[in-house]
């Protein structure tokens, strides 16, 4: 840890991590008129950490309600930023979910609390219509999915942020926090110190940092995170089909796709990746889980060429129940756990990051320090 001095500037707020959370909150909170500045320790749009890519999977069926509402907000919102950037960012494909009778009917019963359609589709029914697919069981279409391209996000959302006076700066990883005595927080970074009224923390993989659980203080609980590295392959489809949806099929393990922008299918396993370390993971894919996600496309993808034509990797960061942590001790906010699924909320957890920084009372929240467990009771995927 360093303690040179280097140059000092004081600001409104400060943001440690920019990818998409880190990104929206600054953007909203500078078209607000706060002054912003973000602080992040690789490139802009780097593969390092989570946000990378050209496609997510954004939808709405959860089997709770705090989810669901969750992504009913957020399409506003992408529909918003959309707007505001005069960049196209989502492409509508419709989302199947396929599994156990019992998980479809809760996906489909918090559907209908918030006004959202779905279609209940038996297995013939659904293979005449998704030929891509094998099916066993009843399938759940949601015509609210879309994907959505998260590079263009990323650089959409820095835009914005620009635009209205943001100050984001790569290449400059955070060292320390510190709580001042007069209230604000001083966050030393490789090229000085910036001090602010508000931290945001939205450092994804790097936000077991201990210099992070020093900063909240004691009283705050901040659960151990746990990091993994996910895998994915891409494949080319064998024939014509109109459209491929974005699809889960609830097994165990889950496995998600969805279609990318240069024709060719993403599909992976969730949460399945080996624990590793984000900085020294080594990008390698691990054999067994790749001969396994081979073998099930095989079976239950007819409408791909059964060979992947290329992989990638990514981090996954979560906390216990596979849920976010958005909320404020002091003059801190976090915004973590996101990892996994986190990416369809975008819209929706800046602008709750912004609230937090801007003091927005905040009742009952579902993502806060004090739940029991950090678990709202739901699995996500992304």
Known sequence: MSDRAGPSQTTDVVVVGCGAAGTAAAAELARRGRRVVGLERFAHGHDRGSSHGTERIVRVPYTDAVHVELAMASLEGWAALEERTA??????????DTGAA?????????????????QRLDAGEAGARFPGFRFEHDVLFSPLAATVHADRTLAALRRLAEHHG??????DPVERIERLPDGRVAVRHASGTTVA?????????WGGAGWLAEALDAPVPLPPMRVTQEQVAFFRPVGPMPSWPTFIFREHPSVYGLPTPDGLVKIGEHHTGPEVDADTRTGQLDEATWDRLVEWVARNVPGVEPEPIRSATCLYASYPGDTFLLDRAGPIVVGLGL???????VPEIGRRLADLADGVPTADNPFGFDRPGLDVGASGHR
């Not at 019992?102 to 779905?118: F, H, I, K, P, S």
């Open 197 to 205: 009224e508000v931290c945001i923390v939205t450092s994804g993989a």
């Open 166 to 171: 943001a100050e984001l700066r790569a290449r």
């Open 339 to 345: 990892s996994g699924h986190g990416f369809k909320f």
């Open 87 to 96: 960049t196209p960012l989502l492409t509508r494909t419709g989302g199947i």
């Open 102 to 118: 019992d998980e479809l009917d809760a996906l489909a019963l918090q559907c209908r609390r918030v006004g959202a359609a779905t």
